[in-house]
């Protein structure tokens, strides 16, 4: 991005979207995997939740207020981690372009010196050949 027009502006303002759309993601990935631990909990408790009351509605409301809680913090260190990977997979993208730009610039350079030295061989041969 060229700052002079102001690409750093743009990015400071598409960085809430990006970080909405980090998150949503973390929250998928997070939320697919404890839904499927709960349903392996559930399949191998199904036998020892017989009994009802009181105790065991205040325990479940309990565990489900930690459970959010802890996939709250989960998503959100997910989200850093997914919104990191990517920003070193673009830096190292756009490294690679410019890179390759600087290769391409050295190589149009290293051929106009070509060109040129033929030109002055060119040149050197007319002279001989008028001279001659």
Known sequence: MERGLG???VFSNLRP???VF???KAAFE????RIEDAIDSMTAKAGEYKSTGNDH???AKEKVVGALGEVAQTIWQRSEILETQTRDQVRRQVADIT???LGDTTEINEL???IATLRAEIAELRTTRAAV
């Open 57 to 59: 509605l205040h325990d």
């Open 30 to 33: 997070v939320s697919r995997e």
């Open 99 to 101: 890179l390759g730009a």
């Open 112 to 114: 106009r010196a070509e």
């Open 7 to 9: 690409g750093m502006e």
């Open 17 to 19: 979207l990006v970080k």
């Open 22 to 24: 980090f998150l949503a």
